[in-house]
């Protein structure tokens, strides 16, 4: 029985003490959690849980209730050592002596994230993403497209009359009418700022991302580096999904971070995107989330909807978000969201 546990490779079959701390450990628990049974056994096993979970109780709250029914079992979110995130089924099951003594638990995980990746291509929420997405860039390319076919030049016109009219006036009103030019000027290049934000990524998810890289380093002077190891250029509705989270983060970086450099990097991993946002900036408080205050400033405000819709963006995508770093340590903003291509309707209609 203990060659077979140890042999089996596509699950983690591991046992806990009546705490919750690791006591045994198979090849295939290393396969899938990525520690040796060197470096966890003696460990809490809440290590594998999200930070989130842990912080809700999870962990403590699955041992309680395989104690009380004899088994627990769920699905959700685990981590490996390297930090990565994987979908898990996991049965926990309470282990008695002969004399009804509780004296541990054994646990049992299996890795669905390719499962789960591939039944979402089937998945009528992942079409109605697809046309969500779709018209969410619609909408954003007309806003665009308005904003600088008729908003700016409308500006751009005044600033102009506004210039010839201070050449005209005598010093004592020209001056005043030079403040409104400066006042309309700043307004144009916020709203150049916003058009070019609402922009569709361009052709390919890496060189969007190093466009929009360049736009930034140009308006701040942050130093950038742009890592890419994709298998392959992910469907469009990944490619959007990854690209407005990336470019909210930068835009947290560049507003809020008071950082010199900045580091995104893309991998394929697990039939999806895996990406982590760095810097090197002011880090975080230690509740990056907070509920707003009754009057927030506007600054704050924005980076606090920022992130949620960060967090919205790729959980409805069916993936994950997670933002950690310490006051003074920088920030990272890392998640993971599926790169499967979306099934097409019988009719052969694009989703």
């Given at each position: 029985?203990?060659?077979?546990?140890?042999?089996?490779?596509?699950?983690?079959?591991?046992?806990?003490?009546?705490?919750?701390?690791?006591?045994?450990?198979?090849?295939?628990?290393?396969?899938?959690?990525?520690?040796?049974?060197?470096?966890?056994?003696?460990?809490?096993?809440?290590?594998?849980?999200?930070?989130?979970?842990?912080?809700?109780?999870r962990?403590?709250?699955?041992?309680?209730?395989?104690?009380?029914?004899?088994?627990?079992?769920?699905?959700?979110?685990?981590?490996?050592?390297?930090?990565?995130?994987?979908?898990?089924?996991v049965?926990?099951?309470a282990?008695y002596d002969?004399?009804?003594?509780?004296?541990?638990?054994g646990?049992?995980?299996?890795?669905?994230?390719?499962?789960?990746?591939?039944?979402?291509?089937?998945?009528?929420?992942?079409?109605?993403?697809?046309?969500?997405?779709?018209?969410?860039?619609?909408?954003?390319?007309?806003?665009?497209?308005?904003?600088?076919?008729?908003t700016?030049?409308?500006?751009?016109?005044?600033?102009?009359?506004?210039?010839?009219?201070a050449?005209?006036?005598?010093?004592?009103?020209?001056?005043?009418?030079?403040?409104?030019?400066?006042?309309?000027?700043?307004?144009v290049?916020?709203?150049?700022?916003?058009?070019?934000?609402?922009?569709p990524?361009?052709?390919g998810?890496?060189?969007?991302?190093?466009?929009?890289l360049?736009?930034?380093?140009?308006?701040?002077?942050?130093?950038?580096?742009?890592?890419?190891?994709?298998?392959?250029?992910?469907?469009?509705?990944?490619v959007?999904?990854?690209?407005?989270?990336?470019?909210?983060?930068?835009?947290?970086?560049?507003?809020?971070?008071?950082?010199?450099?900045?580091?995104?990097?893309?991998?394929?991993?697990?039939?999806?995107?895996?990406?982590?946002?760095?810097?090197?900036?002011?880090?975080?408080?230690?509740?990056?989330?907070p509920?707003?205050?009754?009057?927030?400033?506007p600054?704050?405000?924005?980076?606090?909807?920022?992130?949620?819709?960060?967090?919205?963006?790729?959980?409805?995508?069916?993936?994950?978000?997670?933002?950690?770093?310490?006051?003074?340590?920088?920030t990272?903003?890392?998640?993971?969201?599926?790169?499967?291509?979306?099934?097409?309707?019988?009719?052969?209609?694009?989703?």
């Amino acid at each position: 029985m203990r060659l077979l546990v140890q042999s089996i490779l596509d699950y983690a079959i591991f046992m806990l003490d009546p705490r919750g701390v690791i006591v045994s450990w198979n090849v295939g628990a290393q396969r899938i959690k990525g520690y040796s049974a060197e470096e966890i056994i003696g460990t809490h096993f809440s290590v594998f849980y999200p930070p989130e979970d842990v912080a809700a109780g999870r962990p403590a709250k699955g041992l309680a209730e395989a104690a009380a029914d004899g088994r627990w079992e769920e699905e959700g979110w685990r981590v490996r050592k390297d930090g990565t995130r994987f979908w898990a089924s996991v049965v926990i099951t309470a282990l008695y002596d002969d004399g009804g003594g509780l004296r541990g638990f054994g646990k049992v995980t299996r890795d669905l994230t390719e499962r789960r990746s591939m039944s979402r291509a089937l998945d009528e929420r992942g079409l109605l993403l697809a046309r969500l997405v779709q018209a969410q860039e619609r909408e954003r390319r007309r806003i665009a497209s308005g904003v600088h076919d008729d908003t700016i030049q409308s500006m751009v016109a005044v600033g102009m009359r506004l210039r010839t009219w201070a050449e005209k006036l005598p010093e004592e009103h020209a001056a005043e009418v030079r403040t409104l030019d400066e006042t309309v000027e700043a307004a144009v290049n916020r709203l150049r700022d916003l058009a070019f934000s609402l922009r569709p990524p361009a052709e390919g998810l890496v060189e969007s991302l190093a466009a929009y890289l360049d736009q930034v380093k140009a308006g701040t002077g942050l130093t950038h580096e742009l890592r890419a190891d994709l298998d392959g250029e992910p469907p469009a509705e990944t490619v959007v999904t990854v690209y407005r989270i990336c470019q909210e983060a930068l835009t947290n970086v560049r507003k809020h971070a008071g950082a010199s450099r900045v580091t995104v990097e893309l991998s394929s991993l697990d039939l999806g995107v895996h990406v982590t946002v760095q810097d090197d900036g002011a880090g975080l408080e230690p509740s990056p989330l907070p509920s707003p205050s009754p009057s927030p400033s506007p600054d704050a405000e924005a980076r606090h909807f920022g992130l949620i819709e960060m967090r919205e963006r790729a959980e409805a995508a069916g993936g994950w978000w997670h933002i950690r770093g310490t006051p003074g340590g920088g920030t990272t903003v890392e998640f993971w969201v599926p790169a499967v291509p979306l099934a097409r309707r019988d009719h052969g209609e694009d989703p």
